[in-house]
């Protein structure tokens, strides 16, 4: 089982190799095995808390969208949900 600490108000570090920093309300940034790749999301009011675009994902620093495999993406999604639950938030992926 995955657990999760918070170093910083805005971000979330699992013990598994990942993190999730929120970085506006239009962002996040994912870090996983010394990638770090910039999600589009968007905060809500309400329960659901974000929007989480998952066709919109990029190198940071990069002005291109990567293309990941289905794996990779699933993973990170899954990845940031938990995340997001730990802190006590759904999201919602489109």
């Not at 940071?60 to 990567?66: D, P, Q, T």
């Not at 990941?68 to 990779?72: A, F, H, I, R, W």
């Given at each position: 089982m995955?657990t ?6 805005n971000v979330?570090e699992?013990?598994?190799?990942f993190s ?15 990638r770090?790749l910039?999600?589009d ?5 309400g329960p659901a ?10 190198l ?7 293309t ?5 993406r ?6 940031v949900r938990?995340a997001?639950?730990f802190r006590?938030?759904?999201i919602?992926v489109?």
């Open positions: 995955v999760f600490s918070i170093p910083r108000t979330i699992s013990d598994d190799g999730v920093e929120v970085l506006g309300p239009t962002g996040l940034r994912y870090v996983e095995a010394g770090k910039w999600l999301s968007e905060i809500l009011a808390g974000l929007i989480l675009y998952s066709g919109n994902m990029k940071e620093g990069s002005a291109e969208m990567i990941l495999d289905v794996m990779d699933n993973r990170i999604v899954k990845n938990a997001f639950r006590g938030f759904e919602q489109v």
